[in-house]
């Protein structure tokens, strides 16, 4: 249960979460710092530059730290509110950040001198446990490093985006997503977070790292990855014993098994020897990628805790808010599943995932609904030089810019008078059909100029995760009615947990949609 998976023993130190990690890496541009700084064709006076006003804490010197610790990344937000300034500066510790509010977000992918690495680095040293190749790669230190996160976005770009990759992920991850629903009883109980995060993360895991013969093929890995990645804020603690045990157990668990699963073993169970096709892999191009960077060999494990903290939570976090939030609305689930039922009847069995905005555009609507209402994370980058944000302010060097996302999915301009109720409708026009100029202002996939690439991909896992469950199953909470969980404050990247797991009873539909095929056939690409 996911109030088992969250026990351990505080305190908290010092985190500053920012969202995923190497799937939208900014590319780092590094010039001279000459009087006038040219922003593009406007030359900037670096005397008239401002510093942004610094914002003190009611306890001097720690007194963010613990209002971080206390609200997590609400907390930041909660500063947005509390000031008129567009742009202000708290310190952590010895962390300086310069907090960016909705007015000034346009301005964010103009700045230069921006970079991921050492913000992933200060994020997950500690909880992940990084060796000190792996720190250095992160730092950006020489022009070696700070090549990497161009070119790690670029492969990310190339293998997430295009259609045909598209197609093949779907194919892979939906098998693994069918077989799970089909494994599911009449009758069964459940708890719908652990069993999300048990199947998609598998599902995704197995696509990536050799299907059933890899780590992911193993479920007591799985749960020892999930009690690790849901307990990251606890695991950032700087000394063991302030941890409790079932945590260090569970990433000590996951980092063993990883470590024995090796490179050379990936290519005998997985490819059957074809070292050709490894080198060809996803997984492959990426540790090639480690290695060119002046990553070493004996790296590897803290590359792959990486790319998993990376790639899975969010999608797994958001498909849970998706299924809590239909079961606390019942007439909401009657009519997303009304439209969800009238696709797959008039497909003839095979549902293009593609073709889901037009044809079921409630349940797209409460897809980006659950963005926008759980979205209240922080997106950040680190500062390699002194830099500029809106030809007016001055960023320092080696400080933090980061952007609450907050203060604008609440923003009551932006999404009107009801901003702070969960309305899928917003995203509707009056004719029923998806808004698109509604989705545009959600900011959960980049406010730094470069966009997730891997959210093709993860709306179309939890797509085709959601039509299987519908489509098979009625849910009945055991509690009775369903009351909605408040967010965790634990969540460290990317969008908040639910606090506590809810146990549902699945009761099987009398339908003929259970054996339905789901595909990504079409040329364009949807959500």
């Known amino acids: 249960m996911l109030d088992e998976a969250l026990q351990a023993i505080g305190p908290v130190p010092l985190a500053l979460g920012i969202l995923l990690l190497l799937v939208a890496a900014a590319y780092t541009r590094r010039i001279a710092a000459p009087k006038n700084v040219a922003m593009g064709k406007v030359g900037i006076d670096l005397e008239t530059l401002q510093l942004p006003q610094s914002i003190s804490p009611n306890i001097p010197y ?24 567009p742009v202000f500066t708290i310190r952590m510790a010895k ?8 007015e000034l977000t346009r301005d964010l992918p103009k700045v ?6 050492p913000l992933v680095l200060q994020v997950f040293r500690r909880s992940l446990d990084l060796g000190e190749f792996s720190c250095l790669l992160l730092k950006e230190d020489d022009e070696l490093s700070r090549k990497f996160a161009r070119e790690i976005s670029r492969l990310f770009r190339e ?12 194919k892979e991850i939906d098998g693994y997503v069918h077989r799970e629903v089909t494994a599911i009883e ?4 459940i708890f719908i977070e652990e069993w999300i995060f048990k199947t998609l993360v598998s599902a995704l895991g197995k696509s990536l790292w050799g299907g059933d013969n890899g780590p992911f093929g193993d479920p007591e890995f799985v749960t020892h990855l999930r009690t690790f990645l849901m307990n990251m804020k606890r695991l950032n603690a700087p000394f063991h014993f302030m941890i409790d045990k079932k945590l260090l157990t569970s990433r000590r668990f996951v980092r063993e098994r990883l470590e024995k699963f090796s490179f050379e073993e990936y290519v005998e169970k997985c490819v059957g020897g074809n070292t050709d096709a490894v080198e060809e892999s996803f997984l492959g191009r990426v540790r090639a990628l480690c290695l060119t960077h002046g990553a070493p060999v004996e790296g590897w494990t803290d590359y792959q805790l990486l790319l998993i903290a990376g790639l899975g939570p969010n999608v797994t976090a958001t498909s849970t808010w998706m299924f809590h939030h239909l079961l606390a609305d019942p007439e909401l689930m009657v009519k997303v599943r009304k439209e969800l039922d009238e696709f797959v009847k008039g497909s003839e069995g095979s549902v293009d995932v593609a073709d889901m905005s037009e044809a079921c555009p409630l349940l797209l609507a409460t897809w980006h609904e659950v963005l926008r209402f759980h979205g209240g994370f922080s997106l950040g980058r680190y500062v390699h030089e002194d830099t500029t944000l809106a030809s007016k302010y001055m960023l320092k060097k080696g400080s933090y810019a980061l952007a609450p996302l907050r203060p604008h999915h609440f923003d009551r301009q932006s999404w009107g008078p009801a901003a702070a109720d969960f309305l899928p409708g917003r995203f509707l026009k009056e004719d029923g059909s998806l808004d698109e100029l509604q989705r545009r202002k959600l900011r959960v996939y980049g406010v730094f100029g470069t966009l997730c690439p891997g959210r093709y991909l993860a709306v179309h896992m939890a797509m085709a995760l959601t039509v299987r469950l519908l489509l098979a199953f009625d849910m009945t909470p055991l509690s009775g009615s369903h009351t909605l969980p408040h967010e965790s404050k634990d969540t460290v990247a990317g969008l908040a947990t639910p606090a506590f797991d809810v146990e549902v009873a699945m009761r099987k539909r009398d339908n003929i949609f259970q054996g339905v095929k789901i595909r990504f056939k079409s040329s364009r690409q949807s959500f």
């Open 62 to 85: 720690i007194g963010h730290v613990l209002g971080y610790v206390r609200g997590g990344h609400s907390y930041f937000s909660s500063l947005c509110t509390r000031t008129s300034l």
């Open 95 to 102: 962390v300086k950040m310069s907090l960016v509010k909705p």
């Open 112 to 117: 230069r001198h921006l970079s991921l690495g």
């Open 159 to 170: 293998e997430f985006i295009p259609n045909r990759n598209l197609r093949k992920y779907v």
């Open 186 to 189: 009449g009758g069964q109980k």
